[in-house]
């Protein structure tokens, strides 16, 4: 019983979180109990655990006197974020890298998404790809820190890519893993930040477009 539980949550879960990262639930709007245990003919608890988990991810925000909201990101969260980004990336830059096979089909699914204009499908193996990364550079820590970050990561990537799609992101996907496996730690580190950072101002516009409160 526990177990089917634990899976009923993890479902609801995983169909709010695809509502999030599509944009069918835009940052801002509220995640009424009563309305999801309807739509998903569960109990309020079940909805209840399923936010807790979205919200350990950083996709929804616990707002007073609102309940829980799909997270708005300001530009603060936006400089937040990259500053957490540059940290892991100076990481993987100082160590050499294991198995990347994970980072490689992850870019060979962004050639796909790319070319099919599925920018949702890109923004999910933009994620898979530098999650393969982080975590062939060896560290359990280092890998489960990105892991929580990653979430935020992707709901802000997707709608930028959906805003202002990057023509050249497999190229530049591909340039970060030649670097990485070739050991150069400084020519690595340069590439990524710059991969980090040059999206900025249009993670900055993304958070602007959140639903007014």
Same mark, same amino acid.
């Given at each position: ?26 940052? &801002? ?22 936010? +807790? ?10 707002? #007073? #006197? ?24 100076? #990481? ?5 890298? &294991? ?12 050639? =796909?998404?790319?070319?099919? +204009?599925?920018?949702?499908? =890109? ?14 550079? &060896? ?33 530049? #996907? $591909?340039?970060?893993?030649?670097? =990485?496996?070739? &050991? ?25 477009? $959140?639903?007014?409160?």
């Amino acid at each position: 019983m526990a177990l089917q539980r634990v899976s009923l949550t993890d479902r609801v879960a995983e169909e709010i979180r695809d509502d999030i990262v599509n944009g069918a639930l835009p940052p &801002g709007t509220s995640l009424r109990e009563q309305a999801l245990s309807e739509r998903f003919d569960v109990a309020r608890s079940t909805v209840r655990e399923a936010i +807790k988990v979205l919200v350990s991810e950083g996709l929804v925000t616990q707002a #007073h #006197h609102r309940g829980a909201i799909v997270t708005r990101h300001t530009p603060e969260d936006v400089d937040d974020l990259i500053a957490a980004r540059i940290m892991i990336e100076r #990481h993987v830059a100082s160590v050499p890298i &294991g198995d990347a096979s994970a980072a490689r089909t992850a870019l060979e699914a962004m050639q =796909a998404a790319v070319d099919a +204009k599925d920018w949702r499908a =890109a923004a999910t193996a933009d994620e898979q790809f530098h999650r393969g990364l982080v975590s062939a550079a &060896g560290s359990p820590r280092v890998t489960a820190i990105h892991s929580q970050l990653a979430g935020e990561m992707r709901l802000l990537l997707v709608s930028a890519d959906r805003f202002e799609p990057e023509r050249d992101k497999v190229d530049e #996907h $591909a340039r970060l893993l030649r670097l =990485a496996l070739s &050991g150069d730690a400084e020519g690595y580190l340069a590439a990524a930040i710059n991969h980090v950072t040059r999206s900025r101002d249009t993670l900055v516009q993304v958070a602007h477009r $959140a639903v007014p409160a």
